[in-house]
């Protein structure tokens, strides 16, 4: 079983920068590709970014990509989303999920993950 907890979101304004952290527990975290994924009001989840257990692949949503940067600290068992030039359209409730099949495939895909954790608000308003 892991638990991942999420931290770092908040209230900021178009154009400004945040960067979310994803803690999960355990000594697997090395193992699993991890990923962050988005839930705005009235909307379904959505995928957003991925990185694989060992850092050498990652893949971003068109939405977010040139803008999200995702990196991982296996040392840390930790998962990070840096996120700049923050638009209105980015408010949402933030989860991360970890996926223990080793496998880089279908990263998007909310089906591929085993953990979840209970989010992180970021809410982008003037």
């Known amino acids: 079983q892991v638990q991942l907890v999420e931290s770092g979101g908040g209230l900021v304004q178009p154009g400004d920068s945040l960067r979310l952290s994803c803690v999960a527990s355990?000594?697997?975290?090395?193992?699993?590709?991890m990923g962050w994924f988005r839930q705005a009001p009235g909307k379904e989840r959505e995928f957003v970014s991925a990185?694989?257990?060992?850092?050498?692949?990652?893949y971003y949503a068109d939405s977010v990509k040139g803008r999200f940067t995702i990196s991982r600290d296996n040392a840390k068992n930790t998962v990070y989303l840096g996120m700049n030039n923050l638009k209105a359209e980015d408010t949402a409730l933030y989860y991360c999920a970890a996926d223990a099949d080793m496998n880089w495939g279908t990263q998007s895909r909310i089906s591929e993950y085993h953990y979840w954790g209970q989010g992180t608000q970021v809410t982008v308003s003037s």
């Open positions: 355990g000594r697997t975290f090395s193992r699993y590709n």
């Open positions: 990185i694989s257990w060992a850092g050498r692949y990652t």
